[in-house]
């Protein structure tokens, strides 16, 4: 079993890792679509695939492209750092010139022998018999306009959403057999108890058709005096209203006002109109930006802050004036709606038109019986995930009769309701497995810091979003001809680049193994944490480098590394105290070897002197460079008083980076009594495994070669050796070392000292990546190894990499770029690129190397 501490740390990654978590703009899209993907379609150019993914989603592109209040914006990392990406646009590009109706996916299951009756005809409505058709299904939609679109066709002013978009979108009921009854009103046409007789299930997806006027005023019902529901349905159907007047007043600061105000400078007849909202400013104001800058542009007068006081009516009752006044503020101390004024700021407008646009409800009165359960403002009491009626479990709801306040909110009802439906009809749970996240907008956990953001984020910090334009404001008042234009195919790209592509995948584009088993950390531990080591792959575990990449480039800096090591222990122990990889074997052969006594050699300081320090070497370095290890020592004895000792041994570091815990201790054990034996107070080690494995677990003080020899200054001979080469290094750093900057100076600073030119790698110091030899990879998982070298190798600018661990060089090497260790300079000549050679040597060699070195510490005893 897994520590207690290690299963903590794996549940707290599968609860926040971000890796599977989705970028704002598809979780804050009610529909889930996939925004991300198509505008990186569009900035490659490849508009018939956005309209394809867009589609994926959404039957209405064309329409939300133009009057979706796009919620994915609202939270786009992209606003940030300077203005969102202009989704909505970028949407409706896609649409208006690579809309195929011919391409549209119309494939549908067999019928199924039900019938499903749907009471409107919005994208709530629509939406719903879409999904419903496609489950094979009979479906048959009623409403009582004369025109397909619901509240959206007549709520919204032509010049917005032209109605041939809405058309063109909404015919493919017609391709998936889907019935449609307009002009049928229910509760006069047809009853309700006539729907729920002839049909198995019912979706009521009613619009919000009901207009408000304030009837505490006095000559509320005057003439000339209309709600905002009535006022935009009569101009949208004939592009007039007979009722208006030559001066006309909207009361309201939303959207609606804004289309009110708007259309009203259509309406033939009418010459000034007025925009009267409580709110004080522009950016108070509940109404859309563009909007108000639509109405502006229009010359809709503006009586900002200031709310009714008495309504105007001359001898025929008909309304002819307007007093208002300053509103003082809206809501009192505890956020409640109170709107207080100035009585003594008043001021009287003359109008003979006034549209209320304060709010609108849900006409239920065709439930005649009343047997369905409706909240105040009109709308029916259903469960939110399932939209099912509280009171009738054949009727569903969804849209504006809901829950939903903006048509993608309509679409996303409408689904869940389809859904809800199915599982109805198929007598299957209407709740089991399912989740507002995946099947309404939601709140992603993903957050990108700034410093997390994507490479190169910041070539488009400069680009302004782009606003598609319009026509010029005094002549598209002329007519209800659309005022927006598309983005242009250059605009589009444009605005399209500036996209982050926000993703939580950092660890998995750092590191190269993960990706062959998982597509984000969190996954992996969540299979693990399910299904325990007996039923994953082993290889997974031993993939790992134990470098800390993963770590470094995670926002939340998750312990990745540990993670692995504590899996690799509980292999150990059901495999009986060894590696379940058979490539380990070699490493069994190795620990064998470098603890016997023909490979193993403890000196203390020659002379009789006290041995106030020990010189351990490692492994590698002993079996790449003989005669440095014995340079070595004579440069520690020179400079430290002759007090160094020398200790040819295994740290212990194979076993434990294989899980063996035990097998470590009792490793390290021996090494700790040769220590113990000399008497040593400070070990100075040339391998940075060592040097972590010192530092954790040996009783002396610990010292890095690298560190220590800027203290105590090179060999004379070797200053300045280096000046004028014809070669330029990049130094490789030793992950295990990352956070060790005196060691990182320490080598640069020898490099300086021998006169050698160095050319700073992008991945250097605590950035540095693996060489792919850590984690006893190699032996385990040759190709994860050899694909880490390659990238690490590959990353040189100068074709010669110098490193101070000698299985970091022999990786460098296998990645084909020219490499030493540095003590091939310290104690060398003058290295030119003619020296150039490959310098990796097979295991009899290497242990032949070894030997030699064994035999080059004996002598300085």
Known sequence: MLNENIVLKMKDIVENCMGDSEAACKSNCPMNTDVKSYVRLIGEGKGQEAIKTIREKLFLPGTLGRICAHPCEQNCRRGEEDSPIAIASLKRYAADNFDDSNSWDISKKAKNGKKVAIIGAGPAGAQGAIDLAKEGYEVTIFDKLPVFGGMMRVGIPEYRLPREVIDKEYSILEKLGVEVKLSTEIGKDISFEELEKNYDAILIAVGKQLGRIDRSLENHNAEGIFHAAEYLKEISLTKDFKGAGKRVAVIGGGDVAMDCARSSKRVPGVEVVYSIPLESTFEKMASSNHEIHGAIEENVEFKLGNGINRIIVDE????????????????????????????????????????????????NSFDLNQSLTTRRNGTFESDKLTMQSVSNEKVFVAGDCANAFIVIEAMAEGRRAAKSIDRFLNKKNLEEGRNIESEGGYKTKLYLPTEYLP??????????????????????????????????KEEATKEASRCLQCECKLCMKECIMLNDYTDCPKTLFKEYLEKGCEEMDAKIAYSCNMCDQCTLKCPKTFDIKSNFGAMRSEYVKDNGGKSPMKGHKAIEVHQYLGYSKMFNTTNAAPNGKKTKYVFFPGCSLPSYNSTAVGNIVDHLQDKLNGEVGSLLKCCGKPPKALGQDDLFKERFKSVQKELDKVEAETVIVACQSCYGIFNMYAKQNVVSLWELLPEIGLPESQIGVGKNSDVKFNIHDSCSIRKQTKIHDGIRWIMTELGYDVEELENSRDKTRCCGFGGMVVPAVPDVAKRVMDRRAG?????HMVTYCAACRESMEKGNADALHIVDLIFGEKYEKAKAKKRNMGPAKQWMTRYKSKMELNKRK
Request: hydrophobic share 30%; with cysteine; proline share 2%.
């Open 316 to 363: 025929n009752n008909r309304i002819s004036g307007l007093e208002i006044k300053k509103c003082l503020s809206l809501f009192d101390e505890n956020g409640n709606f109170n709107p207080q004024f100035d009585d003594n700021a008043k001021e009287i407008i003359e109008i003979d038109t006034l549209v209320f646009a304060i709010g609108q409800g849900v006409d």
């Open 795 to 799: 990353e040189t600018t100068t074709g």
């Open 455 to 488: 490479e190169g984020w910041d070539s488009a910090e400069k680009v302004e979003r782009l606003i598609p334009g319009t026509t010029d404001g005094q002549e598209r008042i002329k007519d209800f001809s659309e005022v927006e234009r598309v983005f242009t």
